[in-house]
């Protein structure tokens, strides 16, 4: 029989290096304690009897020493072209702030340069919008209406420059002189054009009043060409401009036929006096328009001159300013 001998102090190392491997697990070393406290002969196997892998040095697994961050990157693979590449962009940012930050300034230099020279220009237009405006009632204007164009764009441009502006009193004194000046251009434009067609259809038609001078097929066809050009007038009218002349016009357009019929009738029985009956009723119906188109034109220019005078005023105080 082979007597076993027990060896006290081994069994003591043991717990030991347990107490030992027990603080680290309390530290988080859980993986550590277990790889040390495994036995070799517990630990897997591969084919060959090899060990899978090694247990770590103890250095390796908790070394709370301090290093020197210099030594650290000595032989280390530092990428210069992202570090350059880093600072070019972060110049480029700068440079673009930069830009933002001036890019207000120079918009309001520009923006104060273009005023000066629309607000020079619209006030060089005031005189024509004037002229445009008293002679509204004539059929032929003292000036040529395609001169509006230019106004009403200078007025437009001027507008959109107000948008650009940072100061406030220039800012509204802008967009009420554009403003101003935009409507007083519609209003001359509509008006003319509706008055430029509608006076030539007022003035009483020669018609023919003696039966021995004139066939009544001929004195009818006359009448009529003249009755579809005021239909053809009436009917190209616009919407909207002068609504109370434009409805007289219908009026007397469709009574139109019924002078016609007693028109001819008094020419076939050949009397005088009921012709010029005829002619003078429509007469005094063409002059009742006439007044009609003279007061409410009388009344749109009245408007126009408020317009020409609000953009004066407000181009004299960007001037003053």
Same mark, same amino acid.
């Not at 008094?266 to 009397?271: E, F, G, I, P, T």
């Given at each position: 029989?082979?007597?076993?001998?027990?060896?006290?102090?081994?069994?003591?190392?043991? /717990? +030991? $290096?347990?107490?030992? *491997?027990?603080?680290?697990? @309390?530290? &988080? *070393?859980?993986?550590?304690?277990?790889?040390?406290?495994?036995?070799?002969?517990?630990?897997? /196997?591969?084919?060959?009897?090899?060990?899978?892998?090694?247990?770590?040095?103890?250095?390796?697994?908790?070394?709370?020493?301090?290093?020197?961050?210099?030594?650290?990157?000595?032989?280390?693979?530092?990428?210069?072209?992202?570090?350059?590449?880093?600072?070019?962009?972060?110049?480029?940012?700068?440079?673009?702030?930069?830009?933002?930050?001036?890019?207000?300034?120079?918009? /309001?230099?520009?923006?104060?340069?273009?005023?000066?020279?629309?607000?020079?220009?619209?006030?060089?237009?005031?005189?024509?919008?004037?002229?445009?405006? /008293?002679?509204?009632?004539?059929?032929?204007?003292?000036?040529? @209406? @395609?001169?509006?164009?230019?106004?009403?764009?200078?007025?437009?441009?001027? *507008?959109?420059?107000?948008?650009?502006?940072?100061?406030?009193?220039?800012?509204?004194?802008?967009?009420?002189?554009?403003?101003?000046?935009?409507? &007083?251009?519609?209003?001359?434009?509509?008006?003319?054009?509706?008055?430029?067609?509608?006076?030539?259809?007022?003035?009483?038609? %020669?018609?023919?009043?003696?039966?021995?001078?004139?066939?009544?097929?001929?004195?009818?066809?006359?009448?009529?060409?003249?009755?579809?050009?005021?239909?053809?007038?009436?009917?190209?009218?616009?919407?909207?401009?002068?609504?109370?002349?434009?409805?007289?016009?219908?009026?007397?357009?469709?009574?139109?036929?019924? *002078?016609? &019929?007693?028109?001819?009738?008094?020419? $076939?029985?050949?009397?005088?006096?009921?012709?010029?009956?005829?002619?003078?009723?429509? %007469?005094?119906?063409?002059?009742?328009?006439?007044?009609?188109?003279?007061?409410?034109?009388?009344?749109?220019?009245?408007?126009?001159?408020? +317009?020409?005078?609000?953009?004066? @005023?407000?181009?004299?105080?960007?001037?003053?300013?």
């Amino acid at each position: 029989m082979t007597a076993t001998i027990k060896r006290p102090g081994r069994r003591k190392a043991n /717990q +030991r $290096r347990r107490i030992r *491997f027990s603080s680290l697990e @309390t530290l &988080g *070393f859980t993986d550590v304690a277990s790889s040390w406290t495994d036995s070799p002969s517990n630990a897997p /196997q591969t084919p060959r009897g090899r060990h899978l892998a090694k247990p770590p040095k103890p250095e390796e697994v908790a070394d709370w020493r301090p290093h020197d961050f210099g030594r650290r990157l000595d032989g280390s693979n530092v990428r210069w072209g992202m570090i350059t590449a880093i600072i070019l962009l972060l110049g480029g940012l700068g440079g673009l702030g930069y830009w933002l930050y001036q890019r207000p300034v120079a918009v /309001q230099q520009a923006a104060e340069a273009e005023l000066t020279t629309q607000v020079a220009t619209l006030e060089a237009a005031i005189p024509l919008l004037t002229e445009l405006n /008293q002679s509204l009632l004539s059929a032929e204007p003292a000036s040529d @209406t @395609t001169n509006l164009d230019s106004v009403e764009n200078v007025a437009r441009d001027l *507008f959109d420059t107000s948008a650009l502006l940072t100061k406030p009193e220039l800012r509204s004194a802008a967009s009420k002189a554009a403003n101003s000046a935009l409507d &007083g251009v519609r209003l001359i434009r509509e008006t003319h054009a509706y008055s430029s067609v509608v006076l030539p259809m007022l003035e009483m038609p %020669s018609l023919e009043t003696d039966r021995d001078l004139i066939a009544l097929d001929e004195a009818a066809r006359s009448f009529g060409d003249w009755q579809l050009a005021m239909d053809n007038m009436r009917t190209a009218l616009p919407d909207g401009v002068l609504p109370d002349v434009t409805q007289q016009l219908d009026i007397l357009s469709g009574d139109l036929t019924s *002078f016609l &019929g007693r028109y001819v009738d008094a020419l $076939r029985q050949d009397q005088v006096a009921a012709v010029n009956s005829v002619l003078g009723s429509l %007469s005094t119906r063409l002059g009742t328009i006439a007044d009609a188109l003279t007061d409410s034109v009388g009344d749109i220019q009245a408007r126009i001159q408020i +317009r020409i005078d609000e953009t004066a @005023t407000a181009l004299g105080q960007i001037v003053s300013r």
